[in-house]
C-alpha cells in the first residue's frame, strides 16, 4: 500500500478515533469484523508422501497439537509439498482429497469378526482376533504343511493359506511381511504389482 | 522406470502408449508438459480413447485394444527398412551381431519347441551358438543370416504398414506419421521416452507389448540416455516397493528367487543363478548372487544360519509351480485352499471374473481382512442387492476384518515409480483401535511362534529362531527394519584392495551391496536397498532439492536403488570411448582414470573403456537383448496374438495360433470365454482423473466429483443400438453382466479392422458396494480370468461384450 503524508495523518486520526472508543468500551462491531485466525499458523506439520500413485507427490500434513504427550493430534489440513522437486506443491484431485481418506466414514476403527453363516459383524478385541488367527493358521500349517514332494525331495512349503501384500504400505511393513510369511514356509504369495 | 519423472522433461519426442498419465498419474505428466514447453517435444498418444493425455498430444492415434505388438513391429520395421537406427550403438551395445543357433525357427505362429500339451516352449533352441572357448559367437560384419539384427528383420518382415493398419485399425497416414517421428530420435542427440501403465501389462502378451518398446528403445540407442528409456508409470505408491521386496510367490527380496523342487543343496541353487559370462571380460554382475543370498539368510535366520548348515537354505520353501494370485483363487475355488490374508488388498474388486472369487472365497475355512477401509472383499458374504447377490447362511467362511493405520498415521518408506525410496513421517494418532501392519503381523508371528514353542508342530525350526532383535517384538520400529534391510556387518569386513584397512566395522551399516560377503559375515535383508541407511544415517530422508546437472537428478533428495544411482544404464549414454553421445545430456563420463559424474555410474568406476566391458552389466554377454533368448515365455522376439476374446475369431497372420500359446488357461476357465458372434465389442477397463482404484470413492469429495458408475460408448455404436446419452444400458460377458448409465461419446471411434467394423466400449473401475459414492457394480464382473504368460497380469485390457439398452 502506498500512504502518502496526508492519508498518513487521516489513517491515523482514524485508528486512534478506534482505539479511543475501544477503550471507552463502545467496540462490539470492530471486534466481530476483526480477521479470523489463519487456521493453519496454530498447527504442527508433518512430511509425508501422497499414498495413490507412485509419483509419490511430497505432501504436508497439517495436524492440531503440538506433539505434547497429552495433546491427541488430528489431521486437519493437507496440502502439496512446494519442496519436493518432482510435484514441486501440486496435487492432483485423488490427492487433493486426501484429508476426506483420513477421515472417511468408511473407515474401520476396531477388529470384527464375522462367523460362519452369519449376517452380521461382532465387534472383537484384538486379542481374541490374533489369537484365533493364530491358532487356525497352525492348525493348518500343521496339518497341511508339505516337508517332502512325492519324489522325495525336500521342499518345506506351506499352500494351503495364502496372502495379499499390501502395494501402498511401507518397505518396512513389506519387508516384515515378507520375512515373516516365509518362516512359515508360505508361497501362495501375491501383491498388487499385476491388477 | 529406467529413468525418472523428472528426467521426461529431457525428451524430444514422448510416446504415451498403454497408459493415459494426464488422468492416472497428473502430477507426473506436467513433466511432459515441461517437454513440450521448454524442449519442444512431440507428444504421441496411441490408445483405443481419446483421452486427456490425447487431448494435449501432437499426434493421436485410435488402436484397436490389444494390438500393441503388431503397431510396435511395424515401427521396428519402418526402423530397420529406412535404417533409421543408431549404428554404433546398436552394434556395440546390443546383441544385434550375436549368432543365434541354426536350429532356431519361426513358422505359422510358432517358435521351434512348442509342446501344445503342456503349452509350453522347450527353449534350447533359442540360445546363441557358443564356441569352444564357452563363448558366443558374434558377425561384426552383421552379415550373418542367424545374426539378432537379421533375423529380427526377417521376423518383422510382415509388419508392412497395410498389415499393421489391417490389424490395428489404425490409419495408414497416422500410422506412418509416428514412424517418423519415432525414427527422428536415432540421432544420438535426439531421444524418445516411453511412458506405460497397465494399458500394456494387463494382456495375455502385456510383457512382450513392452519388450517390443525396449528394442525400439535399443535400436534408437534411447536406453540410458537422459530423456530416453522405458518407463513404467507404476501403479500404487508402492508397489515398485514390494516387488523389489520380492513378495510374489516365488521371489525373494532384490529379484532373487526360491529354489526348485530338485534343487536339493544351496550349491545346485547358486549355480543355476550365477551365470557364466557369454562374451570375453564381461561383468555378469549375477556372478555376486551367493554374496546377496547369504546376506539375506542371516539376515533372517541370524546366527542359526552357518556355512555349515548351508545358512539354512532348507528352511525356505521350494516351488513347484507359482502360486500367483490367479491360481491361488483357482485353486480356492476348487476347495484347495483354507485360509486366505488379504493386506491392503480388495481382491473381489481387483480380480478377474467376480463371480468366480466370489465363489472362491466363500469355500474358505477363514479370510482374514486387514485395511484402513470397509473393502468390498471384507464384505464379499453381505448381500448388497444387485451388487452383490448372495445368501449370508450358504457362506461358512469366518471372516476378520483388522483395522489398520493410514499413510498419515504411520512412517517409513515407499518407492516411487523413479525407484527412489521416500521416508515419510507420522502425522497424527491413528482413530480408535487402528494398528500398522508392521504391529499385526509382528504380533501375529509373536503368538505363533509362541503356540510352537508350547506344543511344537510341523518344521517349526524357522519359526522359532526366525532371527527377532527388535526392541519390543510386537513392535519393531521402523528404523530397525529399515537397517536391516540396508544391511551391516557381523564381523570387520578387510577391504581387499587394501590390506589392513576396513570397509566396515563388525556391528556398522554397511554403505554399498559391493560390501557384501558369501562367508556369514554380512547380514543385509534387501541388497539392492543396500546404501539407504548407512552409518550417516537414512538417507531416505534427505530432503535436498538441488538439481547441479540441471537434467532433472536431484543426487540427494531421498536415496534411489541401486546405490542412489538415478538413470540406469547410464554407461550408455556415452559411446564406447566413453564420451558422451550429447553434450547436453551429460551424466557420467570415462575421464582418463575413472568414470565420474553426477549420477552415479552403472558399471565399474575404474574400467577403462579399452577394457572392453560393455555397459549392460546385469546380462552375461554385457550388451542388451534385442533377441531374448529363454528369458521370455511365448518367444525371444514379440509376435502379435489376438486377445483370447478376438473380435476377429481368428489372427490374420496366422489362423491356426490366434492367441498367445504359451499363456495359462485353466481348465474352467475356457468355458468361460465368449465368442464374438455373440459378444461382439472390444471392452476395455480404464481410470478416471478423479479416482485411485477403489479407495477414493471412499472418500467424499472424490465421490462427490465421480458419484456414478457409467460405461462409455462411441456415437456411431450408441446410434446402432438406440441408446442415447445417460440412457442406461446392460453390458455383459460370458462371466456376467453390469448395469449402468451410458457416456455416449466421439472419444472412441469405431475402427475399420481386417475389412470389418470393430466397436470398442470404455469401463471405468471404480464402483463398488462400500464407499461414499452410489453403489455401482463391480467392473472386474466382466473381465475373463487369465494372464499374460509371464506375469501372470490378467487380461483387463481387451476382452469382449455386448451391450444392451435396459
Known amino acids: ?156 512349503r506351506w499352500t494351503s493359506v495364502g496372502f495379499l501384500a499390501a502395494s501402498a504400505s511401507s518397505n518396512e511393513a513389506g519387508y516384515i511381511t515378507h520375512k515373516v510369511l516365509r518362516s512359515f514356509g508360505l508361497v501362495t504369495l501375491d501383491n498388487q504389482a499385476r491388477v | 522406470m529406467t529413468n525418472t519423472w523428472m528426467d521426461i522433461k529431457n525428451a524430444n519426442v514422448i510416446l504415451v502408449m498403454g497408459g493415459n498419465a494426464a488422468e492416472a498419474h497428473p502430477v507426473g505428466f506436467k513433466w511432459v508438459v515441461e517437454a513440450k514447453a521448454h524442449n519442444k517435444a512431440k507428444l504421441i498418444v496411441v490408445d483405443p480413447r481419446f483421452n486427456r493425455t490425447a487431448s494435449v498430444a501432437d499426434v493421436y492415434a485410435p488402436i484397436r485394444a490389444g494390438t500393441d505388438i503388431a503397431f510396435l513391429n511395424g515401427v521396428i520395421r519402418y526402423l530397420l527398412e529406412k535404417d533409421a537406427i543408431q549404428h554404433e550403438y546398436v552394434k556395440a551395445y546390443t546383441n544385434a551381431s550375436f549368432i543365434v543357433r541354426d536350429d532356431f525357427k519361426f513358422e505359422d505362429g510358432l517358435f521351434s519347441g512348442y509342446d501344445e500339451k503342456t503349452r509350453t516352449y522347450d527353449k534350447s533352441t533359442w540360445q546363441y551358438e557358443i564356441n569352444e572357448m564357452g563363448y558366443a559367437n558374434v558377425d561384426e560384419t552383421l552379415q550373418s543370416p542367424n545374426c539378432v539384427l537379421n533375423l529380427l528383420k526377417t521376423h518383422v518382415d510382415r509388419y508392412t504398414v497395410e498389415v499393421v493398419s489391417d490389424i490395428t485399425g489404425t490409419p495408414k497416414d497416422v500410422y506412418l506419421q509416428i514412424c517418423e517421428m519415432i525414427a527422428s530420435t536415432a540421432t544420438p542427440t535426439r531421444t524418445l521416452t516411453s511412458l506405460y501403465a497397465l494399458g500394456w501389462t494387463q494382456h495375455s502378451i502385456g510383457a512382450q507389448n513392452i519388450r517390443t518398446l525396449a528394442i525400439i528403445q535399443l535400436l534408437l540407442g534411447n536406453i540410458g540416455m537422459p530423456g530416453g528409456g522405458v518407463n513404467a508409470l507404476r501403479g500404487h505408491s508402492n508397489i515398485q516397493g514390494l516387488t523389489d521386496l520380492g513378495l510374489l510367490s516365488d521371489q525373494l527380496p532384490g529379484y532373487m528367487n526360491l529354489a526348485q523342487d530338485g534343487e536339493a543343496t544351496r550349491n545346485a541353487y547358486l549355480e543355476k543363478r550365477t551365470p557364466k559370462p557369454l562374451r570375453p571380460a564381461q561383468i555378469n554382475y549375477w556372478y555376486n548372487y551367493s554374496k546377496f543370498h547369504t546376506s539375506l539368510l542371516k539376515a533372517w535366520y541370524g546366527k542359526a544360519a552357518t556355512a555349515e548348515n548351508d545358512f539354512c537354505f532348507d528352511w525356505l520353501p521350494k516351488v513347484d509351480q507359482v502360486y500367483d494370485g490367479l491360481r491361488a483363487f483357482d485353486r480356492m475355488d476348487q476347495g484347495l485352499m483354507t485360509g486366505y490374508v488379504c493386506q491392503g488388498f480388495n481382491p473381489l474388486a481387483s480380480f478377474p471374473n467376480k463371480a468366480k472369487i466370489s465363489s472362491a472365497l466363500s469355500k474358505l475355512k477363514f479370510l482374514v481382512v486387514m485395511d484402513p477401509l470397509t473393502t468390498e472383499t471384507s464384505e464379499f458374504w453381505q448381500n448388497h442387492g444387485e451388487f452383490n447377490e448372495v445368501k449370508p447362511e450358504d457362506i461358512q467362511t469366518e471372516v476378520f476384518r483388522l483395522p489398520t493405520t493410514c499413510f498419515a498415521e504411520e512412517e517409513g518408506s515407499l518407492v516411487n515409480s523413479s525407484r527412489w525410496l521416500q521416508w515419510h513421517w507420522k502425522g497424527a494418532e491413528p482413530p480408535g483401535e487402528c494398528r500398522t501392519d508392521i504391529d499385526i503381523m509382528s504380533e501375529l508371528f509373536v503368538k505363533i511362534r509362541q503356540l510352537y514353542q508350547q506344543e511344537g508342530g510341523a518344521f517349526a525350526e524357522p519359526i522359532l529362531h526366525l532371527h527377532w532383535p527388535y526392541r519390543v517384538p510386537e513392535a519393531p520400529g521402523p528404523d530397525e527394519i529399515a537397517k536391516e534391510f540396508n544391511g551391516y556387518a557381523l564381523a570387520d569386513i578387510p577391504d581387499p584392495k587394501e590390506p589392513g584397512k576396513l570397509l566396515a566395522k563388525k556391528g556398522q551399516q554397511l554403505s554399498s551391496f559391493a560390501q557384501l560377503q558369501d562367508d556369514g559375515s554380512t547380514a543385509s535383508g534387501t541388497w539392492i536397498f543396500c546404501g539407504s541407511w548407512t552409518e550417516a544415517g537414512n538417507q531416505m530422508a534427505r530432503r535436498d532439492t538441488s538439481d547441479p546437472t540441471g537434467l532433472g537428478i536431484a543426487p540427494n533428495w531421498a536415496w534411489a536403488w541401486p546405490l542412489n544411482r538415478r538413470i540406469l544404464y547410464n554407461r550408455a549414454s556415452c559411446d564406447p570411448a566413453g564420451k558422451p553421445w550429447d553434450e547436453n545430456r551429460k551424466l557420467i563420463e570415462w575421464d582418463g582414470s575413472k568414470w565420474s559424474g553426477l549420477d552415479v555410474p552403472d558399471f565399474k568406476a575404474d574400467a577403462a573403456p579399452e577394457s572392453g566391458i560393455m555397459p549392460f552389466i546385469m546380462t552375461n554377454e554385457g550388451v542388451a537383448r534385442l533377441f531374448a533368448l529363454d528369458k521370455m515365455a511365448e518367444g525371444p522376439f514379440p509376435e502379435h496374438y489376438e486377445p483370447f476374446e478376438t473380435p476377429l475369431g481368428t489372427n490374420p497372420l496366422h489362423p491356426n495360433i490366434i492367441s498367445n500359446p504359451a499363456a495359462r488357461v485353466f481348465d474352467g476357465d475356457k468355458a468361460m470365454l465368449g465368442e464374438h458372434k455373440e459378444y461382439p465389442y472390444v471392452a476395455t477397463t480404464y481410470r478416471l482423473t478423479e479416482h485411485f482404484h477403489f479407495w477414493t470413492k471412499h472418500s467424499v469429495i472424490n465421490a462427490s466429483l465421480q458419484p456414478e458408475q457409467f460405461v462409455e460408448i462411441g456415437e456411431t455404436l450408441a446410434k446402432e443400438l438406440g441408446i442415447a446419452n ?26 475399420t479392422v481386417a475389412g470389418q467394423t470393430v466397436h470398442q466400449v470404455g469401463i471405468p473401475i471404480h464402483w463398488g458396494f462400500t464407499g461414499a459414492t452410489k453403489k455401482g457394480y463391480i467392473a472386474n464382473t466382466l473381465t475373463p480370468f487369465l494372464g499374460d504368460a509371464n506375469t501372470q497380469t490378467p487380461e483387463f485390457k481387451a476382452f469382449l461384450v455386448k451391450v444392451e439398452k435396459v
Open chain 1, 1 to 156: 500500500m502506498q500512504v502518502n503524508r496526508r492519508q498518513f495523518f487521516k489513517l491515523s486520526a482514524a485508528s486512534l478515533g478506534g482505539s479511543t472508543l475501544t477503550a471507552l468500551g463502545f467496540s462490539p462491531k470492530e471486534a466481530l469484523a476483526e480477521v479470523r485466525t489463519f487456521k493453519l499458523t496454530r498447527t504442527t506439520e508433518t512430511r509425508n508422501t501422497c499414498p495413490y500413485c507412485s509419483v509419490a507427490c511430497g505432501i504436508i500434513l497439517y495436524g492440531l497439537g503440538d506433539r505434547a504427550k497429552n495433546a491427541l493430534s488430528e489431521i486437519i489440513h493437507i496440502e502439496g509439498d512446494p519442496d519436493h522437486p518432482v510435484s514441486r506443491g501440486s496435487l492432483c484431485p485423488k490427492g487433493a482429497g486426501l484429508l476426506d481418506f483420513v477421515h472417511s466414514k468408511t473407515r474401520i476403527t476396531f477388529p470384527e469378526y464375522r462367523a460362519p453363516g452369519s449376517k452380521a459383524w461382532t465387534r472383537v478385541t484384538w486379542e481374541w482376533a490374533l489369537d484365533r488367527i493364530a491358532k487356525l493358521m497352525k492348525a493348518d500349517r500343521d496339518q497341511q504343511f508339505i516337508t517332502q514332494n512325492d519324489k522325495g525331495q525336500t521342499v518345506n
Open chain 2, 726 to 751: 445417460g440412457e442406461r444400458v446392460k453390458v455383459s460377458s460370458k462371466r456376467g453382466h453390469i448395469i449402468s448409465v451410458a457416456m455416449v461419446t466421439k472419444r472412441i471411434k469405431a475402427l
